[in-house]
């Protein structure tokens, strides 16, 4: 059996491969596997990109500012992640045909957000005694709420909100202690009553009265109501103790969940990472989401927000300067493996100071590049990081599918941008050889406005100077293309190979009327001539040419010498008379 | 959760190798039945077959992909003793609209005596160099000087390794400090002795390449090896397929300024395996080198992941067909709901459901 990774996580099975070398039957199938990330889902593809927009701006809050006044803001951009998570729920819940999809996401949704906001109460919030029981009563009503919408009313009735509404909020106008002493009494109050049987009467008002008491039990047998074992933890904590210190609440939490779980042995994972909040223990929470959760996403983001709050110890690890990064990078690798989602995850990249820079390397350059926009989308988001090898290849792979595919101006504007001297060499021959074949240029307006790029490689440059006499000559500026013609062989930027073609060129020049070579010019253009069938001649004899072939080259030299002649007795007449 | 698909290969015999360009939207399978498959991925991810042709007299053992920044390049080894280089040419618009495409051949090596075993591109930055070993031990390099014409290729370098050669692997690294390096392992199935793998190493001074190591404690045959990426660390990583999955740690020892000789190395093992149970047959590092797969006789892949400390475990194992590894619930190991009564079984941190937990267990564990 034998596979293959892709680029992009995904492995390609070989069957019934056997190496001992006995030969089958005819092998039917290949597997491709995929990971199925929930980057294919298109509904939460909205988190990752709107969570994007939120991590950025929380990497860019500045440095300087004390924690302590930073408290506010990483609260709200919590909100803020928490919101997104909602409005995915939202979508799911108008939006979903597949009921299987639509309930299972929604849950995890649901759990991600019921975690996350328990987490900003206890470790970004930091609620202190008093008012920790009020965020704790809002949390689990909010859950509570999406959860069973019945159920609420039926709780409504005996919701605590009444009871909490009636008392004047701690640290609002009274202090905690001057709150404890007013509960107390009225606890008192109601503990009486229940004693002198004043609600003996009536049977629902003893319950209620029970409750009110935070009576374990009478709670416990509305288990149905309470539905789980950390809205019975708030309900307990406001009847009983209400003042509640965060460093008390794991002593309750464990009790209250014992109670509540009686009958099943088995706690769910949500349970654990509910109870590793309420014992502060942030590590174990993220270690408890990593293992429940299939996506990266939740992890890495509150880390990330934990990290900023300076909440997370600094655990150095190989993969990276700390858990914050590690994680952040798996999260972004697996996004790299998504068409279009890749974009973000560049981004996350950049904020991982240690390893970040060469995993963005390694994946940006397995990007397919499809299309030439898509190319320069990559080849933008590696400029910008002058990651040059990575430009430089991305260039040159575009240039060689350019000209695979004859399409020598694209090949050569991708060789020029990769800075690739050698291949511009090699398409600026091309295009030569194009010429002497067909007498035209292709893509004139790229070899026209090559600018200094043109300096990238000799040939280069006598394409575009070889250019440039054409359209001298065609805007009939003779005297000026006559002297550029000249210079590309006394300047020996044009190749030896081409110089009887540039020489040709000059014949209609040497026969205009008006004589435009000067004589000092036609002597370098004979001297030209004559190097050039000094160097033909000894390699003509080693060389065997057809006859015709000889013949052609032969009287082209003579029809030159002549004109050359004519043109340099034309010249000196000219030059040597005077104007009278 | 993993997801598979299956294609419909139709080689008319066993498969021997199947190879991914560079960026995952082109793949070649080649098979006993002597010819090389090329598949393309199109935009709604189904794989199509764009062309087949018989490549060579004798099982095709491997196929490979030369980067991109060369063109559109494979080459193939064989049982015939040659190894051959394939270029794909652009066809006529008509062949397009039918999605074919053609291959010609461009060159055919034929200098090994035996059954080349291995065919491997060198890392793009020593050029367009390609390597091939064969039964008799022999590690043949060809460079092609000129990138546009690869009917030109020229034998730069020979090497001996004394022992049957199964497989070659280059170290991707192209950092300075780093000489080009690759390793060789041997399916010579004499256990007697050891060094099963060997490393070479390119010599600036003397020009060649020399042998730097050998892995006395691999003992068993050799089937698949491979060097993980890089990634600006300072010592190298190998992982080796035999009768279990090995990985160990190459730390280059400082030279002294005399020197000359070859890099002195320190070999840490670093994780053996043998969950598979059976001989390993090839295994293959991710992009990132933070995961490494293997797949063995007792037809399942699995997936390793290592923590800070070097420690590593398995993520993740799949049956032949793409199925996970399940408990005996035979649930469809769903993402189940974190808030519902579903048990989850410890199974599922197995199954690749939550990639690399163990990994954070581990990690978070250690402190």
């Known amino acids: 059996m034998g596979f293959a990774w892709g680029p992009g996580d995904i492995l390609v099975y070989e069957t019934l491969y056997k190496a001992s070398g006995a030969s089958g039957s005819g092998c039917s199938f290949i597997h491709e596997i995929r990971k199925d990330e929930d980057i294919y889902s298109p509904i939460l593809r909205k988190l990752f990109n709107e969570s994007h927009h939120i991590f950025v701006g929380l990497q860019t809050i500045r440095e300087e500012l004390p924690s302590k006044s930073k408290k506010p803001q990483f609260v709200s951009i919590s909100k803020n992640y928490r919101s997104v998570i909602r409005a995915c729920m939202e979508e799911l819940h108008f939006g979903s045909f597949f009921k299987f999809l639509f309930y299972s996401l929604v849950s995890i949704l649901l759990a ?37 919408e019945r159920a609420r009313e039926v709780l409504q009735s005996e919701s605590p909100a009444e009871h909490h509404d009636y008392w004047d909020v701690p640290g609002g106008t009274q202090t905690l202690t001057e709150f404890d002493v007013k509960w107390r009494h009225w606890h008192e109050e109601v503990d009486r009553c229940m004693q002198d049987n004043s609600f003996a009467s009536n049977r629902h008002l003893e319950v209620i009265c029970k409750i009110l008491l935070g009576d374990e039990d009478t709670l416990l047998d509305h288990k149905e109501l309470l539905g789980t074992w950390y809205h019975f933890l708030v309900t307990r904590l406001l009847f009983c103790h209400p003042t509640v210190k965060p460093t008390e609440l794991h002593y309750y939490a464990q009790s209250c969940m014992t109670m509540f779980l009686d009958s099943r042995s088995v706690s769910e994972p949500l349970d654990n990472i509910l109870l590793a909040a309420f014992e502060f223990d942030i590590h174990q929470v993220i270690k408890e989401c990593s293992i429940a959760l299939n996506n990266w996403w939740f992890v890495a983001h509150l880390t990330d927000l934990l990290d900023h709050c300076k909440l997370l110890q600094s ?130 307006d790229l070899i026209d406005n090559l600018g200094p790029a043109m300096l990238l490689s000799d040939r280069l440059t006598f394409l575009g100077k070889y250019r440039e006499f054409h359209k001298l000559y065609g ?33 209609p020049l040497l026969e205009q009327k008006e004589v435009i070579f000067t004589a000092d010019q036609t002597y370098e253009l004979m001297f030209c001539l004559e190097e050039l069938t000094s160097s033909l001649n000894i390699t003509a004899s080693s060389t065997d040419r057809p006859m015709q072939e000889e013949d052609v080259e032969v009287t082209k030299v003579e029809l030159l010498r002549l004109a050359l002649a004519r043109n340099l007795a034309q010249a000196i007449v000219k030059e040597g008379t005077v104007e009278t | 959760m993993f997801v598979a698909r299956s294609i419909a290969a139709d080689h008319k015999d066993l498969i021997h190798d199947v190879s991914y360009d560079f960026h995952g939207r082109r793949m070649a399978t080649c098979s006993s039945d002597q010819s090389v498959k090329v598949w393309d991925k199109s935009e709604n991810g189904e794989w199509h077959c764009t062309a087949s042709w018989k490549t060579h007299s004798g099982s095709v053992w491997r196929v490979t992909w030369a980067h991109p920044e060369f063109g559109q390049v494979l080459a193939s080894c064989s049982f015939d003793r040659t190894a ?170 400082r030279k002294e300024s005399t020197s000359t000789g070859p890099t002195k190395f320190e070999v840490q093992i670093v994780a053996q395996f043998d969950n598979h149970n059976s001989q390993v047959w090839r295994v293959s590092w991710n992009i990132t080198s933070t995961l490494l797969a293997s797949s063995g006789d007792d037809g399942c892949v699995r997936l390793w992941k290592a923590n800070y400390m070097d420690n590593w475990k398995c993520t993740g194992i799949l049956k032949g067909d793409g199925s996970p590894l399940t408990g005996s619930s035979g649930q469809p190991s769903a993402m189940s709901t974190v808030l519902g009564s579903s048990v989850q079984s410890s199974q599922n941190a197995l199954n690749g459901m939550s990639a690399g937990s163990c990994l954070l267990t581990s990690v978070l564990d250690s402190h």
């Open chain 1, 315 to 444: 655990h150095n690890l190989h993969f990276g300067s700390n858990l914050r990064e590690f994680l952040l990078l798996e999260y972004a690798s697996g996004l790299f493996t998504h068409h279009s989602l890749w974009q973000l995850a560049v981004d996350y990249f950049d904020h991982c100071p240690e390893f970040g820079r060469v995993y963005l390397e390694l994946q940006i350059e397995r990007v397919p590049l499809e299309t030439e926009r898509k190319a320069l989308k990559v080849l933008r988001i590696c400029e910008q990081r002058q990651m040059s090898e990575q430009v430089r290849s991305i260039c040159k792979i575009m240039a060689m599918r350019a000209l695979r595919n004859n399409r020598l101006g694209s090949a050569l504007s991708w060789s020029i941008r990769a800075k690739d001297a050698a291949f511009a060499t090699l398409i600026s021959e091309r295009f030569l050889q194009d010429y002497c074949a067909k007498g035209t240029f292709s893509d004139l």
């Open chain 1, 112 to 148: 991600i957000e019921l975690i996350w906001n328990l987490c900003e109460v206890l470790f970004i919030d930091a609620a202190p005694a008093g008012s920790l029981l009020l965020h704790l009563l809002d949390w689990v009503r909010l859950h509570k709420a999406d959860v069973d």
């Open chain 2, 84 to 253: 051959a280089v394939w270029e794909e040419i652009v066809g006529e618009s008509n062949d397009k609209q039918r999605g074919l495409s053609h291959w010609i051949k461009r060159t055919t090596l034929v200098d090994s005596r035996t059954s080349v075993t291995d065919v491997k591109f060198a890392p793009k930055h020593m050029g367009l160099m390609l390597t091939t070993c064969s039964a008799d031990g022999v590690v043949r390099i060809y460079e092609a000087p000129d990138v546009m014409n690869l009917s030109q290729w020229s034998l730069q370098h020979e090497i001996s390794c004394k022992l049957s050669c199964s497989c070659i692997s280059w170290n991707p690294s192209s950092s300075r400090a780093h000489p080009p390096m690759f390793a060789v392992g041997s399916d010579d199935s004499n256990v007697t002795y050891g060094g099963k793998v060997q490393i070479y190493e390119y010599n600036e001074n003397t020009r060649k390449y020399g042998k730097a190591e050998t892995l006395m404690t691999v003992t068993d045959a050799v089937h698949d090896i491979a060097f993980a990426p890089n990634l600006g660390r300072s010592f190298h990583v190998l992982a080796i397929a035999t009768k279990d999955v090995r990985i160990f740690k190459l730390v280059p020892m």
């Open chain 1, 475 to 507: 805007e009939k500026r003779f005297r000026e293309a006559a002297k550029l013609l000249l210079s590309l062989m006394t300047a020996k930027i044009a190749p030896q190979s081409f110089w009887m073609t540039l020489l040709t060129d000059a014949l």
